[in-house]
């Protein structure tokens, strides 16, 4: 009921008051709703169904929501973005490594690359799946990410085309793990684990 109440009048959700659908969020709270048993042809759900769609459907969700409907079974975690737990042994010589990172940014790839590594899911059933927020299908969801062109900072002109190298990246850690070349993996999780843990409070 709180998340129904938060509803935009367009149908969709924001992540601020008086702020725009938001995409990821969106599909969350119809989600939500869904599995708490509201009727997907109520009124509202009609028209928080109809504003994901409008606004390019369940494919356009951020890199997290990925993961939380690889969680749930709705998508498969090779059509997540790579997180690999190595990355909590790169120096800090090198770029890209956790102290380069805002806090903000730790607090999240840390914990997401340990559900890279050990790919936990749970099957909902059928009809608490969200097949009907899909332009296409969860199916037809493309491995590699494609950023928006005008909230990903990555999408913008710089000397160096960033979207294309961590693409890349990211098929390359894929390619690695199914041909199982990550030695380091076992240490990288306890690593991973063990900085979790040192900043539970």
């Known amino acids: 009921e709180a998340i129904r109440k938060r509803q935009l009048a367009t149908g969709g959700w924001a992540i601020y008051p008086g702020g725009p659908l938001e995409i990821s969020a969106s599909v969350k709270a119809y989600w939500g709703m869904k599995i708490a048993g509201f009727d997907i042809e109520s009124e509202e759900m009609i028209r928080a169904r109809e504003a994901i769609l409008a606004a390019g459907g369940a494919e356009k969700v951020n890199s997290f929501t990925r993961y939380y409907m690889a969680l749930l079974g709705v998508l498969s ?3 997540c973005p790579a997180v690999p737990p190595e990355m909590v042994l790169l120096p800090s010589w090198m770029p890209f490594n956790l102290h380069e990172m805002s806090a903000w940014s730790r607090t999240i790839l840390v914990p997401l690359s340990l559900l890279w590594a050990h790919r936990p899911a749970r ?5 608490q799946h ?3 927020l899909f332009q296409t299908s969860p199916e037809a969801v493309s491995p590699v990410m494609e950023p928006s062109e005008t909230l990903d900072p990555l999408s913008r002109k710089t000397w160096f085309n960033w979207t294309k190298i961590f693409r890349g990246v990211d098929l390359t850690i894929k390619a690695l793990e199914r041909l199982h070349l990550m ?9 991973s684990l063990r900085w979790v843990l040192d900043r539970f409070p």
């Open 77 to 79: 975690y090779h059509q």
């Open 123 to 127: 099957t909902l059933p059928e009809e």
């Open 183 to 191: 030695p380091l993996r076992r240490l990288a999780i306890r690593r």
């Open 130 to 132: 969200i097949r009907e």
